[in-house]
């Protein structure tokens, strides 16, 4: 099993996931906000992915990442773009 722990905070975000049957552990911290906000879109196969591994669920891959994905996870790219651009002009 896997588990991840995710600790949001308003300069950086710590991300540890723990490994339980290799006993790996991976630590990381990011900024919470970027400086360009563009880079805050990740590649949409790289959430599919995320989805697929259940590290991300459906519904936060749309509200975190912008990124849509059929009910077979199958990244819909013109939902996504339509959605991420929305995104880019909320206030």
């Keep these: 099993m896997r588990r991840i722990a995710v600790d949001i905070g308003g300069t950086f975000t710590d991300i540890v996931l723990i490994d339980d049957e290799t006993a790996e552990i991976v630590a990381d911290k990011v900024r919470s906000t970027p400086s360009d906000?563009?880079?805050?879109?990740r590649d949409p196969e790289a959430v599919r992915l995320d989805?697929?591994?259940?590290?991300?669920?459906?519904?936060?891959a749309l509200i975190d990442y912008g990124v849509a994905l059929t009910p077979?996870?199958?990244?819909?790219?013109?939902?996504?773009?339509?959605?991420?651009?929305?995104?880019?002009?909320?206030?």
Excluded: F
């Design 51 to 60: 989805v697929v591994r259940c590290y991300v669920s459906l519904e936060r």
């Design 37 to 41: 906000i563009g880079r805050a879109e």
């Design 72 to 91: 077979e996870l199958v990244v819909d790219a013109k939902a996504t773009e339509e959605t991420r651009a929305r995104l880019r002009h909320c206030p």
